[in-house]
């Protein structure tokens, strides 16, 4: 698939791509491989992470082998725009609402009820769905061009460093991944803040990016 880009630098399965102007031939090839079960590398804000189609059980389960991550912990996934969520999760509470409304696109991971037909292995049987909109306007592009939700966790072995530069990546990772779009050195430094509103009050799961005051400060509450 990769073959059929034109004019490219490709070294092996990495492609270059232009972090904020990504070009739309890469963007579709990229989307072609996730919608046939593949897993590439892809830029988010902060570090490189693993892209597969959140609904493909198949290639949820390539992103556990590939991560070594336990089958415990659920992935999130990312998406772009706000009417997929219903194909994600059974309802909005109404607190998610300016969480979204504040933080989206943004560093902000909102843990949902899941809904009964998302993939088993993708929520570890928790029946819990992390979600997120990103800012990254490769992975924005990606969601779209998929027209669905895509897995977003970091492109490494679980318990070792995420990688904010392609060359960086794990030969571990990288040996086993479809493609690698390069965008060049990301941000790096901590990831999204994930904020469960299954739960009243809310609960911070994880501080990232943004801090649980000035998300909780958006909510009017203490």
Same mark, same amino acid.
């Given at each position: 698939?990769? @073959? @059929? +880009?034109?004019?490219?630098?490709?070294?092996?399965?990495?492609? @270059?791509?232009?972090?904020?102007?990504?070009?739309?031939? *890469?963007?579709?090839? &990229?989307?072609?491989?996730?919608?046939?079960?593949?897993? *590439?590398?892809?830029?988010?804000?902060?570090?490189?992470?693993?892209?597969? =189609?959140?609904?493909? &059980?198949?290639?949820?389960?390539?992103?556990?082998?590939?991560?070594? #991550?336990?089958?415990?912990?659920?992935?999130?996934? +990312?998406?772009?725009?706000?009417?997929? +969520?219903?194909?994600?999760? #059974?309802? /909005?509470?109404? /607190?998610?609402?300016?969480?979204?409304?504040?933080?989206?696109?943004?560093?902000?991971?909102?843990?949902?009820?899941?809904?009964?037909?998302?993939?088993?292995?993708?929520?570890?049987?928790?029946? #819990?769905?992390?979600?997120?909109?990103?800012?990254?306007?490769?992975?924005?592009?990606?969601?779209?061009?998929?027209?669905?939700?895509?897995?977003?966790?970091?492109?490494?072995?679980?318990?070792?460093?995420?990688?904010?530069?392609?060359?960086?990546?794990?030969?571990?990772?990288?040996? $086993?991944?479809? +493609?690698?779009? =390069?965008?060049?050195?990301? @941000?790096?430094?901590?990831?999204?803040?994930?904020? =469960? /509103?299954?739960?009243?009050?809310?609960?911070?799961?994880?501080?990232?990016?943004?801090?649980? $005051?000035?998300?909780?400060?958006?909510?009017?509450?203490?």
């Amino acid at each position: 698939m990769i @073959k @059929k +880009l034109k004019n490219l630098r490709i070294t092996d399965k990495v492609i @270059k791509i232009d972090h904020a102007n990504p070009r739309p031939d *890469i963007i579709s090839e &990229a989307a072609l491989i996730i919608k046939s079960g593949g897993v *590439i590398s892809f830029p988010t804000r902060h570090l490189y992470g693993l892209g597969a =189609d959140a609904f493909n &059980a198949g290639a949820v389960d390539r992103v556990f082998k590939i991560k070594q #991550r336990p089958y415990n912990k659920p992935l999130l996934v +990312l998406l772009d725009k706000l009417k997929d +969520l219903t194909r994600l999760v #059974r309802n /909005v509470p109404s /607190v998610a609402t300016p969480i979204m409304e504040r933080f989206w696109p943004g560093e902000v991971t909102i843990v949902f009820e899941a809904k009964d037909s998302l993939p088993e292995n993708l929520t570890a049987g928790t029946d #819990r769905i992390g979600v997120r909109m990103p800012e990254h306007p490769v992975a924005l592009a990606l969601a779209n061009s998929v027209k669905g939700p895509i897995t977003a966790t970091s492109a490494n072995i679980t318990g070792h460093g995420g990688c904010s530069r392609v060359q960086d990546l794990d030969p571990l990772i990288a040996d $086993k991944l479809d +493609l690698i779009l =390069d965008a060049g050195p990301l @941000k790096g430094g901590i990831g999204s803040t994930v904020i =469960d /509103v299954t739960v009243d009050p809310p609960k911070i799961l994880r501080e990232g990016a943004v801090s649980s $005051k000035v998300i909780f400060a958006a909510l009017d509450r203490p």
